[in-house]
């Protein structure tokens, strides 16, 4: 499976939740994820998407990190079954924005 794959996937789910799954550049800044889940409720989601078993450059990482250390919710999603996980009917993502507001 490729990452497009899951990135449609991922399109979709976020789409049916009433979500927009904007996609992003950012000139300049190297590592920035690849997409941004406006979800309802005012919530915000930064993901990566990879092909099934790929994992974050070093240069991604430090650049997702730095979007944690500010509060946001960064996911990085290779599969459809996270895809799922995060943005299907239970909505994951809600319960992450939660955890978030507790710590």
Do not use: C, W
């Given at each position: 499976m490729r990452?497009?794959?899951?990135?449609?996937?991922?399109?979709?789910?976020?789409e049916a939740l009433g979500g927009l799954?904007?996609?992003m550049t950012s000139p300049g800044r190297r590592g920035a994820p690849d997409r941004l889940a406006v979800m309802p409720d005012?919530?915000?989601c930064w993901v990566?998407?990879?092909?099934?078993?790929?994992?974050?450059?070093?240069?991604?990482?430090?650049?997702?990190q730095r979007l944690r250390d500010r509060g946001?919710?960064?996911l990085v999603l290779d599969t459809k079954e996270l895809v799922d996980r995060?943005?299907?009917?239970?909505?994951?993502?809600?319960?992450l924005h939660l955890e978030r507001l507790k710590a």
């Open positions: 990452e497009a794959v899951v990135e449609s996937h991922f399109k979709k789910r976020v799954a904007l996609k005012g919530i915000l990566e998407m990879k092909a099934p078993g790929k994992t974050p450059e070093p240069h991604q990482a430090r650049e997702h946001h919710i960064v995060y943005f299907g009917t239970d909505r994951g993502y809600l319960r």
